[in-house]
Every structure is written in C-alpha cells, then in structure tokens.
C-alpha cells in the first residue's frame, strides 16, 4: 500500500532539503522526537543510518532508518530498520514549483491479513501523519526557525 502527502513551501528546493536531510533535524519534524543522529562510521548519502530516540506516552523508543537513495536537493528513499514490515519504505520527493517547492511525503507499507478490514482507516492514519509532518516542515521554513545546515544559522 502507498499513502501520502504534499505541501507547497515559499522556499527552494535545497532549503527544503537542507532542513528535512540531516538527521538532526528530525526534532524539527515530529514533535515526540527527543534527538536524532547519523550513526558513526556510516557514510553520508546512501548507506547512511539515521537514529533517532522519541518519548511516547511516557516511554522511549529507539527508531533507526538507511537511506537507501538520494539525489541531492530532489529525492530520498529511506528504510526502517527493525521492523516487522520489510517492505517499509519512506520517500521524499521535492519539486522546484514557481513560488518554491512542492514536498511529498510517501510511504510504502504492508498490511498484514488479519487487518485488510482495517484498510482504509491504516492508510488514513498515514497520511494524517503525513499532513502532520508536511506542515511543520512548511512552518520550519515560512517562519523562519533556524535549524541544522540551514544558511546563516549557528543550530
């Protein structure tokens, strides 16, 4: 199954890209996200593991992903690691648009038999999720809030 969403950004596509590629941005992207780091001794780019620890209900939770691949300023495909869904991919897509950058956020999944009627609801609930993190990378950059490698920015 795909679920998605896009969102309209007044800002480049490397300014898209320079706030939603390093790791450590992830704070920037979903709120449960404590911290979040590239994994030593991976390399930039593809082949790059990403971690991340986030604080649901009370609890934390240890996420990693491997950039599977990527064009610079325009496309990446991540993997989840340690999940009972192989087939877990997410991308990010960015297109120059006149006024900025269009940004879709895609996610590829596996809905296990025993939920199929549950179908609808599973893909809605992802590109709510989706929505979500569209818009706050949107506000990130409309409002201006200084992050990791962005331009002028000590973050």
């Not at 620890?53 to 990527?70: P, T």
């Not at 199929?116 to 409002?143: C, G, P, S, Y």
């Amino acid at each position: 199954m795909d679920a998605s969403a896009e969102v309209d950004i007044f800002a480049p596509p490397e300014e898209v890209w320079n706030l939603i590629r390093p790791a450590e941005n992830a704070v920037h992207l979903d709120p449960s996200t404590m911290r979040a780091f590239q994994v030593p001794g991976t390399p930039s780019g593809v082949g790059e593991i990403q971690g991340s620890i986030s604080r649901l209900n009370g609890r934390e939770y240890v996420a990693m992903i491997e950039v599977l691949e990527e064009v610079q300023n325009r496309y990446a495909l991540t993997r989840s690691i340690g999940v009972d869904d192989d087939a877990l991919r997410m991308a990010y897509i960015l297109r120059p648009t006149r006024s900025g950058t269009r940004l879709e956020l895609r996610t590829t999944f596996t809905i296990p038999a025993e939920l199929w009627d549950k179908t609808d609801v599973l893909i809605d609930d992802v590109r709510r999720r989706h929505h979500e993190m569209a818009q706050r990378i949107k506000w990130v950059i409309e409002a201006d809030v200084p992050y990791a490698g962005k331009s002028g920015s000590s973050a």
